[in-house]
């Protein structure tokens, strides 16, 4: 009989060890089945001592032992990978299962028996004396996929893998379409949203293809044992999206790097504009470069500033409006040119909060105290007027109808502010009643099948509008004539303290989409981030960060 010592693959299991008997002796790095409470869990096996030698130990012990359920089958991932877990547990403060669990495909364990485990799956050595190379590289989308080009060349000629990891799966069709040209056979890419069959297909392929292989997936699929892997390029490192937003909280960027340092694997942060505390870290000489990064913004002079605070209406008054005088004449030339415009909108809903006038309390979910957010109930079909309102709480899902009191006075005279897509909505179709308005955002397009579908619907009707939140960006991946960020005062005003990068994409991003005219709608023209914007040099803005 023999004793083995278990390290449980488990989210919110505190025990770093556990210890369990077995009547065989189990290779290392197996994973095995295990009863923990009521229920089985996996687990991978560490250590294994004979019972003989551990008599007096057992005899002591407070508790009994029980035995291993089932030898599922060799680990589907390196040493490397767990030790890099091991590396990681004390970052995060939690245990090494849970980062095993948090950062593997569970299909991979559930299917052990279908998977094509390699018997050797020691790394390609490196000379010890040879350093790791961590670079930055900061450019433009284009020269980015030129560079990638002709580095997976040069990696196939020293037949060498390479592993392209990106934040989410819309950013895996971007690549592939871009990369993909004439080494299809060599392209594999994985993502969450793959079937459990086409994961164990594509897993099994990487493992038996002799020929360097270009790997575009999500970070859940750093664990491939692939032998040849010798590049990880980290794209579109500032998203926000590798950051995992439950428990243990892993961001993948700095797994990522603890895995390239265990592996010895050259790494790359790439983006076009790069987190300031990379840029930092490339300052005070951590980190080195592929050329000096780039620090301005192209097409500058396509930038539009309305300050929303002359608005003013047929009669010379100012007063608030959602769409400036300026947009709409935007939108008219498109309309009569049949040319297509993107509003962005930073919020869903009408407005995101809900304040009383009277004694300026701001109204609450009851359940779990978040500020509430007005929405107009235009469900499963975005070109359909608005009927109806409601609140809405975005944490809970807690629906509320809109003949409501303050909860402080009592008071009626409740005031929505702020300006989300429903209402930008409103607004676009009172003032083009005859325009194709669509709509994308979580609440209108809930699933993924709806948003592509608007998308299309878009993209195939010259002449419409398109209103939307940062969802959009997954889906339009062509370019429209003219776009207008509603409401630049909404992103100023989230309380985070990496706001202005938050900015800064946003408009590079529209930069990216827009052929033409981009108009910025603000009540404070004079904010130092605009001005660094607009001048098209953001190196003093990251200094200042």
């Not at 299917?111 to 350093?131: F, G, M, T, V, Y």
């Not at 060599?186 to 360097?212: C, L, Q, R, W």
């Not at 692939?226 to 937003?245: C, M, P, V, W």
């Not at 960006?473 to 776009?483: D, E, I, K």
Request: aromatic residues 8%; proline residues 5%.
């Amino acid at each position: 009989m023999y004793i083995a010592t278990v390290i449980p693959i488990k989210k919110g299991l505190n025990k770093e060890y556990l210890s369990y008997f077995s009547l065989t002796n189990i290779p290392l790095g197996s994973i095995v089945t295990i009863p923990v409470r009521s229920k089985t869990i996996d687990a991978i096996v560490i250590s294994t001592e004979e019972a003989r030698d551990m008599k007096s130990d057992l005899k002591s012990a407070e508790y009994q032992l029980k035995k291993i359920i089932q030898v599922k089958g060799s680990s589907p991932f390196t040493e490397e990978f767990f030790r890099a877990c091991v590396r990681m547990k004390n970052y995060t403060v939690s245990s090494t299962g849970t980062l095993i669990n948090a950062l593997l495909p569970a299909v991979l364990l559930e299917h052990i028996a279908e998977l094509q485990i390699p018997e050797d799956r020691k790394e390609i050595q490196h000379s010890e004396n040879i350093k790791q190379e961590k670079v930055i590289f900061q450019a433009l989308t284009a020269d980015r996929m030129s560079f990638y080009r002709t580095l997976i060349r040069e990696a196939f000629a020293k037949k060498q893998s390479i592993f392209l990891c990106v934040p989410t799966r819309y950013d895996i069709e971007n690549m592939k379409a871009e990369l993909t040209k004439g080494i299809e056979q060599y392209i594999f890419a994985f993502h969450g949203d793959m079937t459990k069959k086409s994961i164990i297909e594509s897993y099994n392929k990487v493992i038996e293809e002799p020929h360097p292989l270009l790997i575009i997936g999500t970070g859940m699929f750093l664990s491939i044992p692939r032998r040849d892997i010798a590049t990880l390029i980290i794209e579109h490192e500032s998203s926000d999206t590798y950051k995992q937003i439950g428990r243990p909280y892993i961001d993948v960027r700095s797994f990522a790097e603890v895995l390239s340092s265990t592996k010895n694997w050259k790494l790359i942060y790439a983006d076009t504009l790069l987190r300031p505390d990379t840029l930092h870290r490339h300052e005070q000489g951590e980190l080195g470069e592929i050329h000096p990064p780039l620090f301005r913004l192209p097409h500058v002079e396509r930038n539009h500033v309305v300050d929303m605070k002359e608005e003013v209406d047929e009669k010379g008054l100012k007063k608030f409006t959602v769409l400036s005088n300026t947009t709409k004449k935007m939108i008219e030339y498109a309309l009569a040119h049949t040319e297509q415009v993107f509003l962005f909108s930073i919020r869903k809903g009408l407005a995101g909060v809900t304040v009383c006038h009277d004694c300026g309390h701001t109204l609450l979910c009851p359940t779990c105290s978040t500020p509430v957010v007005l929405y107009g109930a235009k469900k499963h079909n975005p070109t359909t007027a608005i009927t109806e309102r409601i609140f809405m709480c975005n944490k809970c899902g807690r629906k509320e109808t809109t003949e409501t009191r303050c909860p402080s006075c009592t008071s009626w005279n409740l005031v929505p502010l702020g300006i989300g897509t429903d209402r930008v909505y409103e607004e676009v179709t009172r003032v083009f009643p005859k325009a194709t308005v669509l709509q994308i955002d979580k609440e209108s397009t809930s699933t993924d099948k709806e948003a592509r579908d608007t998308m299309t619907q878009f993209v195939k009707t010259p002449g419409s509008i398109l209103i939307g939140t940062e969802m959009v960006f997954s889906y339009l991946h062509t370019q429209v004539a003219h776009s207008a960020l509603i409401s630049l005062d909404g992103l100023l005003s989230i309380p985070s303290f990496n706001m202005s990068q938050k900015v800064l994409h946003i408009i590079e991003k529209l930069h990216y989409i827009t052929d033409r005219n981009l108009i910025i709608q603000t009540r404070i023209p004079d904010n130092q981030i605009l001005k660094y914007i607009l001048s098209g040099n953001v190196l003093p803005l990251y200094r200042e960060d």
